[in-house]
Nanobody
Framework: QVQLVESGGGLVQAGGSLRLSCVAS????????VGWFRQAPGKEREFVAT???????DYADSVKGRFTISRDSVKSTIYLQMNSLKPDDTAVYYC??????????????????WGQGTQVTVSS
């Protein structure tokens, strides 16, 4: 059974940094595309970042240059390093894995496995 568990969220001041982690069991990250999504109160879930099986990355325009997604295959962990955080980054952040690597990577519907989410709150 596949399980994804996020951690690393918290409260941070604007301009600060956080690193989110997503640990997988029952699934090998290097064989699947993995994405980070977020959902703020009253808003739809939105794409944040993704890393492909081959290690290629892509980001939403709103986080490009501030966030970095990476993978540690030995630890079966995906990271999201978030720098220069803004109040608009406040949301629950979810990691997700695409079982069939079928994409499109920016759509949540393309992903089959989801974590429970971790709250990120950025104060102004």
């Amino acid at each position: 059974q596949v399980q994804l568990v996020e951690s690393g969220g918290g409260l941070v001041q604007a301009g600060g940094s956080l690193r989110l982690s997503c640990v997988a069991s029952g699934l090998t990250f290097r064989r699947h595309r993995v994405g980070w999504f977020r959902q703020a109160p009253g808003k739809e879930r939105e794409f944040v970042a993704t890393i492909s099986r081959g290690g290629l990355t892509d980001y939403a325009d709103s986080v490009k240059g501030r966030f970095t997604i990476s993978r540690d295959s030995v630890k079966s962990t995906i990271y999201l390093q978030m720098n220069s955080l803004k109040p608009d980054d406040t949301a629950v952040y979810y990691c997700a894995a695409d079982r069939d690597n079928s994409g499109p990577y920016y759509l949540g519907a393309a992903y089959d496995y989801w974590g429970q989410g971790t709250q990120v709150t950025v104060s102004s």
